[in-house]
């Protein structure tokens, strides 16, 4: 019926001049249409007629039912709310210890203290600020000084890091990767022998490699007090673990020499990460078998604008490191 009453329009409109699109034709026209189709007319207005005027909208009609209550994405929540976290914790932004403000610290000692530090692609790690040393700015890698936690451990643990940055710890080989992949580093290394005497390393250029070759060692530019540069010979060796070789020697130096994580030749001219109540090849040493009972391995910014040496007495924390 509706195909048959469009069509009379179609004839309606093009036989009829110009003007004829007013009410009154359409009304008339209709009205011819009604008298044969009383049921469809009375369903039909001008609008679905023609399509040609639409009037002023009617009143707004009443409101439907409320739906359901929706359904919270509690793990899409999470996820942002870890986002906003992580973007006001990113103190350091994988700057190291550069500009780290002791009213930040989450503990403080004489020579600095423990920072929440972001560093991409390993996230949050709690690191050891050294702000004293030659103007400070120092990020704390490694440090050995009483033999409470076993450095004798397998490459998983070498790559993320072990221990407690308050005492003897590794920070982890892909935080230092991070740290140090511009290149502009500088690497102290303190020590200090059984016997008392007080010895430093310094290397004006220190970057650790990517994960994919091995974390290779790159370093140069010794000086210090020590009798024998006992890092150099390393430069450009793979890091070695006792359960992954990546020495020189036809053995593995980690677990049959070492008995630590090191960059190791054939094998090594120092052994910081030995074993630290032992002797000889296997022990805690520098070169020639200096044999050591602290040690603290430690970068920075090279060029880096230092800051003045500042008295920490002020600035202590209720938790404080041990001293």
């Not at 942002?80 to 009213?103: H, T, V, Y």
């Not at 630290?276 to 078998?289: E, I, L, P, Q, S």
């Amino acid at each position: 019926m509706e195909i048959f009453v469009r069509f009379l329009l179609f004839l309606f409109v093009f036989n009829t001049s110009p003007t004829w699109a007013t009410n009154d034709r359409l009304l008339h026209f209709k009205g011819i249409v009604c008298n044969q189709c009383q049921q469809w007319c009375e369903n039909t207005d001008l609008v679905t007629l023609g399509s040609i005027r639409v009037g002023k909208a009617g009143p707004r009609g009443i409101r439907g039912q409320r739906g359901p209550q929706g359904i919270v994405n509690m793990t899409l929540v999470q996820q942002i709310m870890d986002r906003k976290i992580e973007q006001a914790l990113q103190l350091f932004n994988g700057r190291s210890c550069d500009g780290a403000k002791l009213e930040s610290a989450i503990a403080l000692n004489d020579s600095g203290g423990v920072f929440k530090s972001y560093i991409p692609a390993v996230g949050y790690k709690d690191v050891f600020c050294d702000v004293t040393d030659e103007g400070g700015n120092w990020t704390v890698f490694q440090r050995r000084m009483n033999g409470d936690v076993d450095f004798f451990r397998s490459w998983g643990d070498y790559v993320n890091g072990f221990g407690d940055v308050q005492g003897d710890h590794w920070l982890g080989l892909e935080a230092m990767h991070q740290l140090t992949k511009t290149g502009n580093m500088e690497l102290k290394i303190k020590m200090i022998k059984r016997d008392g005497i007080y010895w430093f390393a310094k290397y004006s250029s220190f970057r650790i490699g990517p994960g994919s070759d091995n974390y290779r060692l790159h370093v140069s530019g010794y000086s210090g007090n020590t009798t024998y540069d006992g890092l150099t010979r390393h430069n450009n060796h793979q890091f070695s673990t006792k359960d992954a070789d990546h020495d020189d020697w036809t053995m593995n130096c980690a677990s049959s020499w070492g008995e630590g994580g090191w960059w190791y030749i054939d094998c090594a001219d120092s052994n910081l990460n030995g074993n630290f109540n032992k002797t000889v090849n296997k022990g805690f040493w520098w070169k020639r078998y200096s044999l050591l009972r602290f040690s603290e391995m430690k970068i920075r910014k090279r060029n880096t604008r230092t800051n003045p040496i500042r008295k920490l007495t002020s600035y202590r924390s209720s938790v404080s490191l041990a001293e």
